[in-house]
């Protein structure tokens, strides 16, 4: 058996900055998504910088057998999934009642569904074999039922509540389970002619990727429940559940930044 780490969405943003933070650490990885033409380069990539061996698996993660799939997969070529990394992530922005039926079907499979499955299925394994890491991405925005986000927001607080539970299930049995909280990350989502990126950068409520990964994995490898990246995005999770409805209804009728179906993958 070929032991690896598993990351899902690990050819662009959080994911692959993670994969990296891994690959540096010599551990061998398996990137699963849905984009072939960049997992490919990101698998050539990650082999020649870290020396490791890099497999990547292209399915569509907001399937309803996607984790199935992907158990299949590892099974028939002898890997062992000792490191699993649920990161893929959509961002659907819009109202719940005028999501386009497709996509809000989606994210819920991507953000709750899928993951939730593959903690199942190769959670039974690393139970089973004592050992084994789990890090499953949430967000600050768990802590806000906002609206626009109201998909989004909500399937991230299922997220980080399963994780607590999984984690206190599998602590006695060897396994490390930790959920990374990030805010706002300089990923593609962000269009630079309309959000000043260094200035929110420099200011904390924007953070890099690679700042992003470092510190999820140390917060993996060192056995903490939880991982919040950046002093602005922990005091925001602490603040934003103290806002009043009515300030939340003012801003969503006020600034009507509410675009309809509107998604990008993470």
């Known amino acids: 058996m070929t032991a690896l780490a598993l990351v899902t969405g690990g050819s662009s943003g959080i994911g692959l900055a993670i994969a990296h933070r ?4 010599g551990h061998n990885l ?3 998504g849905d984009r072939e033409h960049e997992l ?3 698998a050539i990539d990650m082999e020649r910088q870290h020396g490791i061996t890099c497999h990547t698996l292209c399915i569509d993660l907001a399937a309803t057998d996607a984790a199935q799939r992907a158990f299949d997969h590892c099974a028939a070529q002898g890997f062992e999934v000792d490191m ?3 990161n893929a992530g959509m961002l ?3 109202e ?3 999501a386009p039926k497709a996509r809000a079907a989606a994210i819920l499979l991507l953000h709750v569904h899928t993951p939730t499955m593959l903690c199942r299925l190769f959670g039974e394994q690393m139970r089973a074999n004592g050992r084994g890491h789990v890090l499953n991405v949430s967000s600050i925005s768990a802590v806000m039922p906002y609206p626009g986000i109201s998909l989004y927001g909500p399937t991230k607080t299922y997220m980080r509540y399963y994780t607590r539970a999984l984690r206190n299930e599998l602590k006695g049995h060897g396994v490390h389970v930790t959920c990374l909280l990030p805010g706002a990350t300089e990923t593609g989502l962000y269009d630079p002619k309309r959000v000043n990126i260094p200035l929110a950068k420099r200011l904390g409520v924007m953070h890099s990727p690679q ?3 470092e510190r999820a994995v140390n917060a993996l490898l060192s056995d903490r429940a939880e991982c919040i990246p950046g002093w602005v995005n922990r005091l925001t999770m602490m603040l934003l559940p103290a806002v009043p409805s009515w300030v939340i209804r003012f801003i969503h009728r006020s600034t009507g930044l509410t675009d309809t179906g509107q998604r990008a993958l993470g």
């Open 84 to 86: 699993l990394v649920n």
């Open 92 to 94: 659907l922005f819009s």
């Open 211 to 213: 700042f992003v990964a």
């Open 30 to 32: 398996l990137l699963v």
């Open 96 to 98: 719940a009642v005028l």
């Open 22 to 25: 891994l690959a540096q650490r």
């Open 40 to 42: 490919n380069p990101c």
